[in-house]
């Protein structure tokens, strides 16, 4: 007959995980589970004779069974809290997209108006520039019309004195 072994508990842990894991009523995570019970059994050198076996010792030894299910409910509550922190890391990574397309259409409508700004800048020369060309236009202007004005008095002024001179000089002269 078989002797029994001491139960270890790292065997205990792995199983009560995986177990807990099948159990579950999400779909796919029994398959996945199932996988890790592949993975798990073949990193610490497990075999299905020793799980057989450890199965066997659980039920021939209730203290053990029941040192396991204390651990498996410990297991439980670490599992419930590893699923709420996973879940909160999940909340976390969406937030975190959400920021940066949040970031990324803020770089975009800054890049956007700062173009504008670039483009109204320039507009804002251009109309300067404009405004001081008419300036000086209207001041060429300005100039030129009092240029002839004063050119018009000058001329108006000296008829007027030859006009007038010329008959006072007439009468002195035959007067």
Do not use: Y
Request: proline share 3%.
């Amino acid at each position: 007959m078989n002797t029994i072994e001491p139960i270890d508990p790292k065997e205990i842990k792995i199983l009560s995980d995986i177990l807990a894991l099948v159990l579950e009523e999400n779909p796919g995570q029994s398959s996945t589970a199932l996988e890790t019970l592949r993975r798990r059994a073949k990193r610490h050198h497990m075999t299905g004779g020793a799980l057989k076996n450890l199965f066997q010792t659980l039920a021939a030894n209730p203290s053990k069974a029941q040192e396991a299910s204390r651990s498996r409910g410990r297991n439980t509550r670490s599992t419930r809290a590893k699923q709420q922190a996973d879940s909160a890391a999940e909340t976390h990574r969406a937030q975190l997209q959400e920021m940066r397309d949040s970031i990324s259409r803020l770089d975009h409508q800054l890049r956007t108006i700062m173009a504008q700004n670039a483009s109204l800048k320039h507009e804002l020369d251009l109309t300067r520039q404009s405004r001081a060309e008419l300036q000086a236009r209207i001041a060429g202007a300005e100039l030129s019309l009092s240029r002839k004005k004063q050119s018009a008095m000058i001329k108006a002024f000296l008829i007027g004195c030859v006009i007038g001179i010329i008959p006072v000089f007439i009468i002195a002269l035959f007067g």
